[in-house]
């Protein structure tokens, strides 16, 4: 069988002819394989909607039927150009290629502009295999100043089957979704009149969140870390002297004027903790230095990339920095994979993968080539004793050093990157950061930044999708609901309320004139781990009866015990309710 990605690209070849067969002038621009599917990019001379993919669908059909040869042309930079004559976006490729030769692949009646490789033809393409998913806008070559075109997704995979089960993984992630859940469970919101890709936290969701930073302190604490606040904005020089505005100046914000000085929000919290290392003289005695931050950042994403929790351009990084000897690095970054996999492990990520990160090409980076290698050195030793799997991600290393990436994959089998533990060559060296040795020797001292959760609210984002909204109890923004089977019983839910809230339990007392069974549907409906229901006999026996969210019925209790029960829950960090 042909690899997927030959399979996908081919199909996108196929798409592209049945498109230019039935919208008679459209120009084609360019269409890859990606991960689950293909698209391509047209210039339609009439707009296409969803409920044009019948059509599309039914002529790539008698395109695959057709047994079409897939023919590779090796041709000059002229005879390129007088192919394409009329194709103003792939005259545009052309330009920008070397002399010499260029392939063409030609299947029935379409040409295109490619490298390849192809399936032989057309047979080898399986007619229920593929499926076309959505139109979307898409400026050429992703500049906002050139023409938008017109980019239609398609899904595609190697059998029927593997299609219906990516069909399906879809449905119920559209359920799942953040900002669907975000809404239904009233957690957060965003407001375009107010500034797209910002995020609002509402009750609920900041119970959420106070949670798991208490437990992100507690466990910094317990792993050796001191946590530190750093300003917001800072003066220009910060960022030039980082190397951020050489190399990251375009995801950063515009600077503002204070003082005729410039300033700019910060995108990274690393040039402030280091204005802190620098405040003072220290020994090799004093190191490892291990300083993090729930330092809130702002980088700038286009409007169009913008989703709900998962991209944003205010956020909340998982940030710490560890600043330490050269003799200490293996053992240092040792630690933090250790410490990224007890986090993962205890929020229920069972599936987690890293990906090693290697030099960018050209001049993308900055340090020695022994100082990559050596650090790579170390990056992979910390793997190999974990026992994790992982891949290479050629070229996928930040400016100043190599890095680890490890992903998750979630309840429904997606694959989600949280933690990433980066070497940094740059800011020691850009900052004159030293230490005195042994020897009584300034010495330069290595540094790694390292975020494990990635950010409060991208991580938030995910979980909410992996878990559906259902918590774990140590974790829910409520984790108790007292529901009075009539109104005369308010005021003994109301003094179990009470009770669970003096002991630090969430709780909500639902007193309103809804009926029983109706509070009880809300309650589940807003995934509350229990509800805890009071009628006569309850009020007598100063007890409650404990129905769990998911239907199930536990003994009743009286509320010192459920407390005691709950805070056993929580102490466990326990993933069932």
């Given at each position: 069988?042909?690899?997927?990605?030959?399979?996908?690209?081919?199909?996108?070849?196929?798409?592209?002819?049945?498109?230019?067969?039935?919208?008679?002038?459209?120009?084609?621009?360019?269409?890859?394989?990606?991960?689950?599917?293909?698209?391509?990019?047209?210039?339609?001379?009439s707009?296409?909607?969803?409920?044009?993919?019948?059509?599309?669908?039914?002529?790539?059909?008698?395109?695959?039927?057709?047994?079409?040869?897939?023919?590779?042309?090796?041709?000059?930079?002229?005879?390129?150009?007088?192919?394409?004559?009329?194709?103003?976006?792939?005259?545009?490729?052309?330009?920008?290629?070397?002399?010499?030769?260029?392939?063409?692949?030609?299947?029935?009646?379409f040409?295109?502009?490619?490298?390849?490789?192809?399936?032989?033809?057309?047979?080898?393409?399986?007619?229920?295999?593929?499926?076309?998913?959505?139109?979307?806008?898409?400026?050429?070559?992703?500049?906002?100043?050139?023409?938008?075109?017109?980019?239609?997704?398609?899904?595609?995979?190697?059998?029927?089957?593997?299609?219906?089960?990516?069909?399906?993984?879809?449905?119920?992630?559209?359920?799942?979704?953040?900002?669907?859940?975000?809404?239904?469970?009233?957690?957060?919101?965003?407001?375009?009149?107010?500034?797209?890709?910002?995020?609002?936290?509402?009750?609920?969701?900041?119970?959420?969140r106070?949670?798991?930073?208490?437990?992100?302190?507690?466990?910094?604490?317990?792993?050796?870390?001191?946590?530190?606040?750093?300003?917001?904005?800072?003066?220009?020089?910060?960022?030039?002297?980082?190397?951020?505005?050489?190399?990251?100046?375009?995801?950063?914000?515009?600077?503002?004027?204070?003082?005729?000085?410039?300033?700019?929000?910060?995108?990274?919290?690393?040039?402030?903790?280091?204005?802190?290392?620098?405040?003072g003289?220290?020994?090799?005695?004093?190191l490892?230095?291990?300083?993090?931050?729930?330092?809130?950042?702002?980088?700038?994403?286009?409007?169009?990339?913008?989703?709900?929790?998962?991209?944003?351009?205010?956020f909340?990084?998982?940030?710490?920095?560890?600043?330490?000897?050269?003799?200490?690095?293996?053992?240092?970054?040792?630690?933090?994979?250790?410490?990224?996999?007890?986090?993962?492990?205890?929020?229920?990520?069972?599936?987690?993968?890293?990906?090693?990160?290697?030099?960018?090409?050209?001049?993308?980076?900055?340090?020695?080539?022994?100082?990559?290698?050596?650090a790579?050195?170390?990056?992979?030793?910390?793997?190999?004793?974990?026992?994790?799997?992982?891949?290479?991600?050629?070229?996928?290393?930040?400016?100043?050093?190599?890095?680890?990436?490890?992903?998750?994959?979630?309840?429904?089998?997606?694959?989600?990157?949280?933690?990433?533990?980066?070497?940094?060559?740059?800011?020691?060296?850009?900052?004159?950061?030293?230490?005195?040795?042994?020897?009584?020797?300034?010495?330069?001292?290595?540094?790694?930044h390292?975020?494990?959760?990635?950010?409060?609210?991208?991580?938030?984002?995910?979980?909410?999708e992996?878990?559906?909204?259902?918590?774990?109890?140590?974790?829910?923004?409520?984790?108790?609901?007292?529901?009075?089977?009539?109104?005369?019983?308010?005021d003994?839910?109301?003094?179990?309320?009470?009770?669970?809230?003096?002991?630090?339990?969430?709780?909500?007392?639902?007193?309103?004139?809804?009926?029983?069974?109706?509070?009880?549907?809300?309650?589940?409906?807003?995934?509350?781990?229990?509800?805890?229901?009071?009628?006569?006999?309850?009020?007598?026996?100063?007890?409650?009866?404990?129905?769990?969210?998911?239907?199930?019925?536990?003994?009743?209790?009286?509320?010192?015990?459920?407390v005691?029960?709950?805070?056993?829950?929580?102490?466990?960090?326990?993933?069932?309710?």
């Open positions: 069988m042909q690899p997927i990605e030959t399979i996908r690209h081919s199909l996108s070849h196929v798409m592209a002819e049945a498109v230019v067969k039935l919208y008679p002038g459209t120009k084609v621009a360019i269409g890859p394989a990606i991960d689950d599917g293909f698209y391509y990019d047209f210039q339609l001379p707009p296409i909607r969803e409920d044009d993919f019948p059509a599309i669908e039914k002529e790539m059909l008698r395109i695959i039927a057709s047994g079409a040869e897939f023919k590779r042309l090796e041709v000059g930079k002229s005879e390129a150009k007088a192919m394409f004559a009329a194709e103003p976006f792939k005259l545009e490729l052309i330009d920008g290629l070397e002399d010499g030769t260029i392939s063409v692949y030609e299947q029935g009646e040409r295109d502009l490619c490298r390849g490789p192809h399936v032989a033809s057309t047979r080898e393409l399986r007619p229920d295999s593929f499926k076309l998913r959505a139109v979307a806008g898409a400026y050429w070559r992703g500049d906002e100043k050139r023409p938008m075109l017109t980019r239609i997704y398609a899904y595609a995979f190697a059998t029927k089957a593997e299609l219906e089960a990516h069909l399906k993984m879809l449905e119920e992630a559209e359920k799942r979704d953040n900002r669907r859940l975000g809404k239904e469970l009233d957690l957060f919101s965003t407001h375009e009149e107010a500034g797209p890709g910002l995020i609002y936290w509402h009750p609920k969701g900041g119970r959420f106070v949670s798991l930073e208490n437990w992100w302190r507690d466990e910094h604490y317990k792993n050796g870390y001191e946590i530190l606040f750093t300003p917001h904005i800072g003066k220009s020089w910060l960022w030039e002297t980082s190397g951020h505005l050489g190399f990251y100046k375009e995801g950063m914000y515009s600077p503002m004027k204070v003082d005729e000085d410039d300033y700019y929000v910060k995108p990274m919290n690393c040039p402030f903790h280091i204005m802190i290392y620098n405040s003289v220290h020994s090799y005695r004093d490892p230095l291990r300083w993090a931050e729930l330092g809130t950042v702002y980088r700038y994403e286009r409007a169009g990339s913008l989703h709900g929790l998962m991209r944003v351009r205010g909340t990084q998982d940030d710490a920095h560890i600043i330490c000897t050269p003799e200490q690095i293996e053992d240092e970054i040792l630690e933090v994979l250790r410490f990224s996999l007890h986090m993962h492990k205890t929020l229920g990520f069972k599936d987690i993968k890293a990906y090693l990160a290697t030099r960018p090409a050209g001049d993308g980076a900055v340090g020695e080539p022994a100082k990559w290698a050596e790579m050195a170390s990056l992979k030793k910390a793997i190999d004793k974990e026992g994790l799997a992982y891949e290479l991600d050629e070229g996928g290393g930040a400016f100043y050093g190599p890095k680890i990436d490890l992903k998750v994959k979630d309840a429904i089998g997606r694959e989600w990157q949280l933690t990433t533990i980066q070497f940094d060559f740059n800011e020691p060296e850009r900052f004159d950061m030293t230490y005195v040795d042994s020897d009584g020797q300034k010495k330069r001292p290595y540094m790694v390292r975020a494990l959760l990635g950010s409060i609210e991208r991580f938030f984002g995910v979980y909410l992996h878990t559906a909204g259902a918590f774990p109890v140590w974790l829910a923004p409520v984790q108790a609901a007292v529901i009075p089977v009539g109104p005369d019983f308010a003994y839910a109301k003094s179990v309320a009470d009770i669970l809230r003096r002991e630090g339990v969430r709780v909500d007392a639902m007193l309103s004139d809804e009926r029983m069974n109706a509070k009880i549907r809300l309650a589940q409906g807003q995934k509350v781990p229990y509800m805890l229901v009071v009628g006569a006999k309850e009020r007598d026996e100063g007890t409650a009866s404990v129905r769990m969210r998911d239907g199930r019925q536990m003994e009743p209790m009286k509320p010192e015990a459920f005691a029960y709950l805070k056993d829950k929580v102490d466990q960090k326990a993933l069932d309710i």
